[in-house]
C-alpha cells in the first residue's frame, strides 16, 4: 500500500518559517517527479510547488516564488518544503503528490499526480 505521510505543519506568526516534509512508503518515487499543493477553506487547490525527479528542475507558484524552497532526499523518499516569510494568506492545508508518469520536470498540474498524503495544516497569524 502506498502512502504519503505529511508532517511539520503547525501554527507560525507572520514573517517566521516552517518546514514541511513528505515520506512515501509502499514504493519508491526517487525516479518520479512530485509536487506540494495546498488549498484554503472556501478555495480552489493551489500549485505551490514540483521537483523533477533529479532535484535540479524546480517550479513555484507565482504567490511563493523567492519564498518557498522544495527539495528532496531520494535515499530517503522524502520531499521537503521549507517555507519563509510566511504570510496569513499563505494559511491552507499542504498535501504533498507523487506521479508515476513524470520523472523531469516538476508538473504543476493536480490531475497529473497519482498519489496524494492526507494534508498538514499551516496557519500563518498576523
Known amino acids: 500500500q502506498v502512502q504519503l505521510v505529511e508532517s511539520g505543519g503547525g501554527l507560525v506568526q507572520a514573517g517566521g518559517s516552517l518546514r514541511l516534509s513528505c515520506t512515501a512508503s509502499?514504493?519508491?518515487?526517487?525516479?518520479?517527479?512530485m509536487g506540494w499543493f495546498r488549498q484554503a477553506p472556501g478555495k480552489e487547490r493551489e500549485f505551490v510547488a514540483g521537483i523533477g525527479w533529479g532535484g535540479s528542475r524546480t517550479d513555484y507558484g507565482d504567490s511563493v516564488q523567492g519564498r518557498f524552497t522544495i527539495s528532496r532526499d531520494n535515499a530517503k523518499n522524502t520531499v521537503y518544503l521549507q517555507m519563509n516569510s510566511l504570510k496569513p494568506e499563505d494559511t491552507a492545508v499542504y498535501s504533498c503528490?507523487?506521479?508515476?508518469?513524470?520523472?523531469?520536470?516538476?508538473?504543476?498540474?493536480?490531475?497529473?499526480?497519482?498519489?496524494w498524503g492526507q494534508g498538514t495544516q499551516v496557519t500563518v497569524s498576523s
Open positions: 509502499g514504493r519508491s518515487f526517487s525516479n518520479n517527479a
Open positions: 503528490a507523487a506521479t508515476v508518469s513524470y520523472r523531469t520536470y516538476p508538473r504543476p498540474v493536480a490531475n497529473e499526480y497519482d498519489y
